[in-house]
């Protein structure tokens, strides 16, 4: 029979071993915070900046209010998310992550509680359009063959992109291509775990609002995809395969081509300026 005095010690152990365990976790977490702090607080090198005016000039036109979180975002990103060369490609450097994350930072820019997209834990860089083996079911097509990919954002945790498009997107600013964005407008709509066309709103309100204004257009564009004997829309085509496409199609030409946007389809802009919490028109 064990003793009231062993069976005390035994309790006491146990609580230094627990005190002990939370202590550790809390300096971690500690130091996680004050390392995503300084991050948030770094601005752009001159060769940072010196990289971003030839592979991604459209940062210049940030209103300079918002160019010190933009450079912390973008910071954050490249240095607390997993990048892993595919391919033939043997290194992600530092000015992949760069240019890469300079652009999906514009997706967070305006935005309050992302918390970094918290479901992405890598990115996986292909020096060109790679092969899809069906495993995934939202990705950006490069061409008429399904199996060839320029981007693909899988719900469980990974990007995939090809850095020849990650580079024509951020050199060509104005023409709504940009595969970064696409892609990483998935993982805001992949928030919850589901890629519907859907992120993460505010209240009831909005949902309804959100389920009016893009369902109208992205049906419109689904009509005007399939009449050949009608101008091609404005919105690439592509938007019209599935509600989810259709919002990352419609982000890559909020971001890339917003002046045209507010002036074609005024509410869908609208509802994406309240979404990313910016007015790139202004810009």
């Known amino acids: 029979m064990t003793s009231p005095g062993w069976m005390v010690g035994l309790e006491i152990g146990a609580v230094v071993i627990l005190a002990a365990a939370v202590g550790a976790l809390l300096v971690k977490r500690s130091g996680r915070e004050r390392a995503r702090r300084e991050r948030l607080t770094r601005p752009f090198s001159e060769e940072e900046k010196r990289l971003l005016d030839r592979g991604f000039p459209r940062w210049r036109d940030i209103p300079a209010d918002l160019l010190p979180r933009f450079a912390g975002d973008t910071r954050v990103l490249m240095e607390e998310k997993n990048f892993e060369p595919c391919g033939t490609l043997t290194e992600v450097n530092d000015e992949m992550r760069l240019l890469i994350c300079a652009q999906a930072a514009l997706t967070i820019l305006g935005k309050k509680g992302h918390h970094y997209f918290p479901r992405l834990k890598s990115i996986l860089v292909y020096p060109g359009a790679f092969r899809d083996h069906g495993r995934r079911r939202f990705d950006l097509a490069g061409t008429g063959d399904r199996g060839i990919l320029y981007g693909e954002s899988w719900e469980t945790g990974s990007v995939i992109l090809s850095w020849e498009n990650v580079v024509a997107g951020g050199r060509n600013a104005d023409d709504g291509m940009n595969v970064v964005i696409h892609e990483f407008a ?23 609002r959100w389920g009016t204004v893009m369902g109208a257009h992205y049906e419109e564009l689904v009509t005007a995809s399939a009449d050949h004997s009608i101008p091609e829309p404005f919105l690439d085509p592509y938007g019209a395969t599935h509600p989810a496409e259709f919002f990352a199609v419609a982000s890559e030409t909020f971001f890339e081509d917003p002046g045209d946007l507010a002036e074609e389809h005024p509410e869908l802009y609208e509802e994406l300026a309240k979404f990313y919490g910016l007015d790139p028109a202004s810009w």
Do not use: E, S, T, V
């Open 186 to 208: 998935h993982q805001l709509d992949q928030f919850n775990g589901i890629a519907d066309g859907i992120p993460h709103l505010a209240d009831r309100d909005a949902y309804a």
